[in-house]
Every structure is written in structure tokens, then in C-alpha cells.
């Protein structure tokens, strides 16, 4: 379900769904993965256990949310509209970024 379409105004708390540097380079996305990065450990630990690590993407979107963000998606680019996704989708998201390799930044040779 969307809710409050034309009310729904950015910030920097809040994480984006979908691909691309705007995404990407969004202060709400920056802080997103640097939390489900801390918390892979946590989740692999959970093994086969769908219930537990349900619970840990869960603890995501309630971390998120705690602080005032919200997940988003763009519903409409001219003009830019946001919609808040629900619950279970915010999940779907955190789950599928917890199951994602760590990348290892570049090193750049001098």
C-alpha cells in the first residue's frame, strides 16, 4: 500500500529502493548499509533459521525507523514523488542487502 503520496518529502534519514547514485550516494542509503554491515555477522550466525533471521532484518527497519527514517520508493520523476513502502517490503530489502557479499573498497596504487 502507498501512503501519502504528494506528502512525502526526503531527508537524510531515509532509505531509498531502487538502483543507481541516487540511491546509492544517499546520506539515508549510506547509513543503511553501514548498519546492515554491522549486523551480517549476526545474521549468518542465525544458520538455517529463517525465523531468526527474519528477526534480524526486522531489528533493521525498527533501527531505521527509531531515528525517523523511512523506506521509500520513487513513484513518479517530474516531478520527483516518494511513496513509504510497508513494512514487509523494507524487510524484503534489508534481507536481500544483508545476503549481498561485503565489497571491499578499492585501493588505489600511488
Same mark, same amino acid.
Given at each position: ?41 549476526? $545474521? ?9 533471521? /527474519?528477526? =534480524?532484518?526486522? *531489528? &533493521? #527497519? %525498527?533501527?531505521?525507523?527509531? $531515528? ?9 520523476? /517530474?516531478? =520527483?514523488?516518494? *511513496? &513509504? #513502502? %510497508? ?24
Amino acid at each position: 500500500l502507498r501512503s501519502n503520496i504528494s506528502d512525502v518529502v526526503l531527508t537524510d534519514a531515509d532509505v531509498l529502493l531502487g538502483r543507481g547514485n541516487n540511491c546509492t550516494a544517499h546520506p539515508g542509503n549510506e547509513r543503511f548499509r553501514k548498519i546492515v554491515d554491522e549486523t551480517k555477522e549476526i $545474521y549468518f550466525a542465525k544458520g538455517d533459521s529463517k525465523k531468526g533471521k /527474519n528477526a =534480524v532484518s526486522l *531489528s &533493521i #527497519v %525498527d533501527s531505521i525507523h527509531s $531515528y525517523g527514517g523511512r523506506f521509500l520508493e520513487v513513484i513518479s520523476t /517530474n516531478p =520527483v514523488q516518494y *511513496s &513509504i #513502502v %510497508d513494512k514487509k517490503r523494507a524487510q524484503k530489502k534489508c534481507s536481500q542487502r544483508l545476503r549481498e557479499p561485503q565489497r571491499r573498497k578499492k585501493l588505489v596504487a600511488l
